[in-house]
């Protein structure tokens, strides 16, 4: 029995209705109910990387600022039917995170999630690309956070 669905995307082993699944593709052709995730830094520069695409896709970003997230916290920005979440890892563009933080940052948006009812939720390999953590300490931090919830989380590759 292959560990592929129909469209490519790989199971992981689930528990209390908890996914989570990996899909090759743009992070932006994901279903428009999911949310989307990313890291960003506390400074909200979002010059590089995939944090850019998010940048001028979804704006907003003097809204960002007046959250006054720091390090271990998630901004969110509604935009439409949709939650776009900035996991804060750093507190300078120029810093690298630190697996800790990203921890308390996914806590937080679990958090979020929780409470406004989001059961899917897109995102990169977060942390993984320009702030070069290593995917596989991520990915069980992830784990970790979420698998006591039904929230499912598709993470996108190219």
């Not at 979804?58 to 006054?68: A, D, I, K, S």
């Amino acid at each position: 029995m292959s560990n592929m669905d129909k469209i490519g995307r790989t199971k992981l082993p689930c528990s209390a209705g908890w996914r989570l699944l990996h899909m090759k593709g743009d992070l932006f052709t994901c279903p428009s109910t999911d949310a989307l995730a990313h890291c960003i830094s506390e400074d909200c520069r979002m010059g590089a990387g995939v944090a850019l695409l998010f940048k001028k896709k979804f704006c907003g970003v003097e809204e960002l600022l007046t959250q006054e997230k720091q390090p271990g916290q998630c901004a969110v920005l509604k935009r439409s039917s949709r939650f776009v979440y900035y996991l804060v890892t750093k507190k300078k563009y120029y810093q690298k995170p630190t697996y800790d933080i990203l921890r308390k940052s996914l806590v937080s948006m679990r958090e979020h999630c929780l409470a406004n009812g989001v059961n899917s939720i897109s995102m990169p390999r977060i942390g993984c690309g320009l702030d070069k953590l290593k995917w596989e300490n991520v990915s069980p931090i992830i784990t970790d956070v979420f698998q006591d919830t039904n929230i499912s989380i598709t993470v996108y590759t190219i």
